[in-house]
């Protein structure tokens, strides 16, 4: 392999501009075409001395003028460098040099993927035993005593919280966990607080028992059979200073967190009953001197038009979407309707409960 030709020593020629050409019509700096760095060029000009015609500044070839600053005809050429893998002949890198580049300077290292952790295993639940969550519920469901209790789970959180609603000594022992922990037993949509209560449902309290005590008006649910509206019922007879909200033991939810959460404490201070026939329940209130009204969205007379104002009142509400059956209907004193416009058929049964109790605790 030949070693490339020495480039000639001596002093640089003058400066000329590009735009100027030579005698022989070429741009000044470009070699001539045929031009071969291992002979001679067609004009006669050898790379290792000076032109044949004795004109040294006319007999070489430059890439470009000398930068400025130089004194010309004194600096010297600096060597020239070498070519970088994958250049051009000009020196610019390659497009697929370039392109390789750009990739490696995109390129960043992908983030490790995080292990997931594996879920705590669900806990299952005692026999005959449901979870009370939520700070109201919880609190109201300590103070009863009429419960009966088996574990109190909370955070450090809903510790403080519970202390300053329910004053101490509680009757379980509280323990202090994560709130990871409250996924192992309750539903992913649960809202906990951070506290929730392990306890055995409350029994049923008589209908003739809670007559005795109060003679506020009475709720008879007939098949309502969803936990949420059930509580939410609840919530509103706890408000409305109700006596007792009465289910069948069939078609009636039974007790549950969620009946519990939605009426947010409700559930251990309003009476709930539980009959077999819900028409014989109705006859007993009759009994009581009760004045039994049925709600329904074809009845002559509103409620604020029939209410009686010399005796207790009591009324039936049915499911939205069959509302009262034939028995509970003939067995009513008086069918009444809440006073509501064409845009909607019928109104939710914890809706329709609120208003009704409104209007029986509103005064003329």
Known sequence: MSRPPRRPEGPRPPFRSPSRSDESGRPHGRPARGYSPGGHSPGGHSPGGQSSEGSSSEG????????????????QEAPAEAPRAGAQPGGRPSRATRFAGRAAETEAPLPQRRERQAPLPREKPEPNTLWLYGLHTVAAALANPKRRHRRL???????????????????????????????????????????ALLSEPLPPVPLEDALERSRGPVLLLDQVTDPRNVGAILRSAAAFGAAAVVMQDRNAPPETGAMARAAVGALDSVPVAREVNLARAIQTLQRAGYWVMGLAGDANNTLAEAKPKDRPVALVLGAEDTGLRRLQRETCDELVRLPITGAVESLNVSVAASVALYELARGD
């Open 60 to 75: 070489r070839s430059f890439r470009g003028p000398s930068p400025r600053g130089r004194s010309q005809g004194h600096a």
């Open 153 to 195: 789970l909370l955070t450090a959180e809903a510790e403080a919280s519970l202390a300053a609603r329910l004053p101490r000594p509680w009757p379980v022992q509280a323990e202090r966990v994560e709130r990871a922990r409250f996924q192992t037993f309750l539903t992913e949509d649960a809202v906990h607080q951070g506290i």
